[in-house]
């Protein structure tokens, strides 16, 4: 079964860290780029970060830069999104989206990347940063 599942959200005191991860099953994650994606109540999704498939290339929303990072395990076949200081703001659902990217523009765009046709989407992990 092709899959993504997301992993490692929860309750955390502001200041905080997770590592959320994002496993895949029935492919192999490393020829794909990978974009971590957020939706609070009531707001509008945003991309948080994305690793490109081709470079490794990274790319941090400004709100989260410089607390959070993106990295792969291939042999694992998952991706991780590791959350430090993290705030309040930082409350949503987290999701994992994946995709072959061959033009590229997952990467590039990736702030806006989930209106895309992408190719795998997880369900979400839900984090929420309250005292």
């Known amino acids: 079964q092709v899959q993504l599942v997301e992993s490692g959200g929860g309750l955390v005191q502001p200041g905080g860290s997770l590592r959320l991860s994002c496993a895949a099953s029935?492919?192999?994650?490393?020829?794909?780029?990978i974009g971590w994606f957020r939706q609070a109540p009531g707001k509008e999704r945003e991309g948080v970060s994305c690793?490109?498939?081709?470079?490794?290339?990274?790319y941090y929303a400004d709100s989260v830069k410089g607390r959070f990072t993106i990295s792969r395990d291939n042999a694992k076949n998952t991706v991780y999104l590791q959350m430090n200081s993290l705030k309040p703001e930082d409350t949503a659902v987290y999701y994992c989206?994946?995709?072959?990217?061959?033009?590229?523009?997952?990467?590039?765009?990736?702030?806006?990347?989930?209106?895309?046709?992408?190719?795998?989407w997880g369900k979400g992990t839900l984090v929420t940063v309250s005292s």
């Open positions: 989206l994946a995709d072959a990217d061959r033009s590229g523009s997952f990467y590039r765009n990736c702030p806006i990347a989930y209106l895309y046709d992408v190719d795998y």
């Open positions: 029935g492919f192999t994650l490393d020829n794909y780029a």
């Open positions: 690793i490109s498939s081709s470079t490794g290339s990274t």
